[in-house]
């Protein structure tokens, strides 16, 4: 607590409900902090409980839930194990995953992934987008720190979507697309954010695809070319302006394709996800990668 000038929101050995034993701090992000606890209820299994104080200016941890709990029963959702709030914070119970994206590939040598499993990430990335849009929201915040492996034997090779904080439902009650707002607030995280949010024009659907196009662009190559650049308004007009040959010189020419289908959508459009799938199958035919292969992680 010396080194954060916050304090924090829960100190190690509190229970909340009589039942959640905190552990230890595993992330604090921009709008909440992670805890690791024992669920003294069920043989102190261990789980991670998201919290957000109540003084927070933007609450989103209400969203959280609501889209978490839609997920339940999807391979990428953790599981949903209870919320609740008092006068101090809200908090979210949920499964305990592994280490993020983006600290994997930090502990590579070279920054980068393997091709294999880069491309069996993104495929399970692609369909985890699938996922939340076929409950009916965009996640509008697709990044490498967003996606954490399993970390049970069962589930260590599954990846697991985190973070629903900027979450938003892009059909109304009827199952109707909403209406695009005229302006939006740029929400996302600059590195990976589509060229729409740059622009603070309504996201769709294919945006959260876009940003799953620049982590696997970044995965297999180690960086983007915008990656030192600070100014987001210069970010977004390399991106608008960027040329695929020279930005996916090392990547499979698979990757061009998806990213032409990307531009060929707008707001109203479903993205064409089988599509998007079968050029990620056909990488993996066509470089002899199959499932059984190891993840870098796994390799030592
Ligand atoms: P914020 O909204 O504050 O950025 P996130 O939900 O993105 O918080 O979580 C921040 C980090 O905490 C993640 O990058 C991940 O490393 C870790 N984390 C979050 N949820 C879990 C979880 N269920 N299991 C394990 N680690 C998690």
């Not at 209400?62 to 029963?73: I, S, T």
């Not at 992934?113 to 965009?138: K, N, P, Y």
């Not at 607030?185 to 876009?210: C, I, P, S």
């Amino acid at each position: 607590m010396a080194s954060s000038s916050e304090a924090e929101i829960l100190r190690v050995s509190q229970v909340i409900r009589d039942r959640w034993k905190i552990k230890s701090k595993i992330g604090g992000g921009g709008f909440g902090e992670i805890y690791e606890a024992a669920d003294l209820q069920n043989h102190n299994e261990s789980v991670a409980i998201k919290v957000e104080s109540s003084k927070a200016t933007k609450q989103v941890l209400k969203m959280e839930v609501a889209v978490l709990r839609r997920l339940q029963g999807k391979r990428h959702a953790c599981k949903f194990y209870g919320c609740g709030r008092n006068d101090e914070f809200n908090y979210l119970v949920m499964s305990l995953q592994g280490k993020n994206l983006a600290d994997l590939r930090r502990e590579t040598p070279r920054q980068c992934f393997s091709l294999s499993t880069s491309i069996r990430i993104a495929h399970q990335i692609l369909e985890g987008i699938r996922e939340i849009h076929s409950i009916g929201f965009l996640h509008r915040d697709i990044k490498p720190s967003n996606f954490a492996m399993g970390r049970s034997t069962s589930n260590q090779r599954t990846v697991y979507m985190l973070d629903f904080g900027l979450a938003r439902q892009f059909l109304n009650q009827k199952g109707e697309m909403r209406s695009p707002r005229s302006a939006a607030g740029f929400r996302g995280t600059v590195r990976y954010a589509a060229v729409t949010a740059h622009k603070n024009k309504e996201m769709g659907r294919q945006d959260d695809l876009w940003s799953l196009f620049y982590m696997l662009t970044e995965f297999i190559q180690g960086s983007l070319p915008w990656r030192k650049i600070k100014d987001k308004d210069e970010v977004g007009r390399m991106k608008e302006n960027v040329d695929l040959n020279s930005l996916l010189e090392e990547c499979p020419h698979e990757l061009h394709q998806f990213a032409l289908h990307l531009r060929t959508l707008g707001y109203l459009d479903t993205p064409d996800y089988d599509y998007l799938d079968r050029l990620l199958s056909q990488v993996e035919r066509e470089n002899g990668i199959t499932q059984e292969d190891p993840f870098d992680w796994e390799i030592n």
